[in-house]
């Protein structure tokens, strides 16, 4: 596919953000919507040369007269590709506000896939999933098992967009790709998120708090390998398939913090206290990339050592502006 017009949904999110960078340095043009603003250093795009090819747009998704406001957006704009990651992603917070994370994540997709299903400019819609769906998974999951077992409303939520997905690909021949990844970082992500919280955390000189034992199993891609991902798939995917983006390195929490201490040359212990463990937390995600490596020519390039080294790069170059940000989602 040649380059073209390409619709982000939900842009001021860390993901989103790190795409439109991306996507401005191949040359996209892009159009951008967003619901909050973020401080300067989380969006990355902002210092873009090519920030000129990038259109914002200022859309509520818990509004529905904004809905009829983003189709309006997508006739004008006529995107070839839609990707959208426009969902709360807070996974334990999903408990407190069931109801708003299905109003977003759920009924506002409703509204647009049925508006846009019909609309064929569009060859390609991207929906942003997560292996949550599968609850814990000690083996690794095919992009084509069907045993879902959701753990918490987010879970549940983000499943519920992907069947609505299946369910206007089969009935309506819709162009809609569904993509699922393991943990994304990088330079721009939140404070409130593990690896730039531990971060800032040491040099704030707080306690950092890991939830439970820290046994959870997790998978970690750096955004740059992320963003190549949705960029392959903007080549060379296939509507109404599903692909799998996993680094093949797990590490539980504490050796995740570890990894992270070493870098910073500081003993993690002075730092680390455990509180409660979550309600519903998946202990295992493990995703089975072999197709998707093999269909669309993707890997993981950039280590986790060299990422996190990024990271900390990050946090120290924008030190004055992130130390005053919350290190607690609210």
């Known amino acids: 596919m040649k380059k073209s017009k390409v619709l982000i949904l939900g842009v001021s999110s860390f993901s989103g953000s790190s795409l439109v960078d991306y996507l401005l340095n191949k040359n996209f043009q892009i159009c951008g919507t967003y619901n909050k603003k973020k401080i300067n250093p989380y969006l990355l795009f902002k210092k873009n040369k090519k920030f000129k090819n990038l259109k914002l747009e200022k859309i509520n998704l818990q509004k529905k007269n904004n809905i ?72 690794k999951i095919k992009e084509d098992y069907n045993l879902f077992n959701p753990s918490t409303p987010y879970a549940s939520s983000k ?93 539980t929490v504490n050796q995740t913090i570890i990894k992270i201490a070493k870098l910073l040359k500081i003993n993690a212990n002075k730092f680390i206290s455990h509180s409660k463990e979550r309600v519903g937390k998946d202990k295992f995600y493990k995703l089975d990339c072999k197709k998707t490596k093999k269909l669309l020519s993707w890997k993981c390039k950039v280590s986790f050592e060299i990422g996190i080294e990024k990271v900390i790069n990050y946090v120290n170059q924008n030190f004055k502006i992130l130390k005053k940000t919350q290190i607690n989602y609210k």
């Open 68 to 139: 009829h406001k983003l189709i309006k957006i997508i006739k004008n704009f006529k995107p070839t590709v839609i990707i959208d990651f426009a969902s709360i992603c807070m996974v334990n917070e999903s408990w407190h506000e069931p109801e708003k994370y299905f109003s977003i994540n759920v009924n506002s997709k409703i509204i647009l896939l049925d508006r846009i299903k019909n609309l064929t400019f569009v060859k390609k819609y991207i929906y942003i999933s997560t292996p949550e769906v599968f609850g814990s998974a000690i083996s």
């Open 159 to 251: 499943l519920a967009a992907e069947l609505l997905i299946k369910n206007y690909n089969k009935n309506f021949s819709f162009n809609g790709i569904i993509a699922r990844f393991s943990n994304f970082y990088g330079p721009g992500q939140p404070m409130y998120r593990l690896i730039p919280k531990f971060i800032i955390s040491v040099k704030k000189n707080l306690k950092f708090y890991i939830h439970g034992k820290g046994d959870s199993l997790r998978n970690f891609i750096f955004s740059d390998d992320f963003c190549s991902g949705i960029y392959k798939i903007i080549l060379k995917g296939k509507p109404n398939n599903i692909y799998h983006f996993s680094n093949d390195e797990y590490f």
